[in-house]
């Protein structure tokens, strides 16, 4: 199962972006579902999830919203007030499982099912 991400862009400081991906509609419906983003030179680090919770990386809080359109088949990331350190490769993550531990969330080798990515840059 390839997902699909889409929605990337250049943008300036203090716009806004809603990213895509679509999902299989058992795994939106009973798994859990992610975001990931990787800047360059750095680790890929975790930016959202939803599944039994909703998760929030303190650096994206209140700025990103994560949300699911089962009849859609898509997870999407809206992003409000972006900053340049937002600037990086955005990737949706998947599951079937529903996680039940709060780690696993945050955890990008949880995810079984990935997509290619979509690049996000925000310019100061």
């Known amino acids: 199962v390839q997902l699909q991400a889409s929605g990337g862009g250049l943008v300036q400081t203090g716009d806004s972006l809603r990213l895509s991906c679509t999902a299989p509609?058992?795994?939106?419906?009973?798994?859990?579902v992610g975001w990931f983003r990787q800047a360059p030179g750095k680790e890929r680090e975790f930016v959202s999830a939803s599944g039994r919770g909703t998760y929030y990386a303190d650096s994206v809080k209140g700025r990103f919203t994560i949300s699911t359109d089962n009849a859609k088949n898509t997870v999407y990331l809206q992003m409000n007030n972006l900053k340049p350190e937002d600037t990086a490769v955005y990737y949706c993550?998947?599951?079937?499982?529903?996680?039940?531990?709060?780690?696993?969330?945050?955890?990008?080798?949880?995810?079984?099912?990935w997509g290619q990515g979509t690049l996000v840059t925000v310019s100061s």
């Open positions: 509609s058992n795994t939106l419906s009973r798994g859990t």
């Open positions: 993550a998947a599951d079937d499982r529903s996680f039940s531990i709060r780690s696993y969330f945050f955890t990008a080798s949880r995810y079984y099912y």
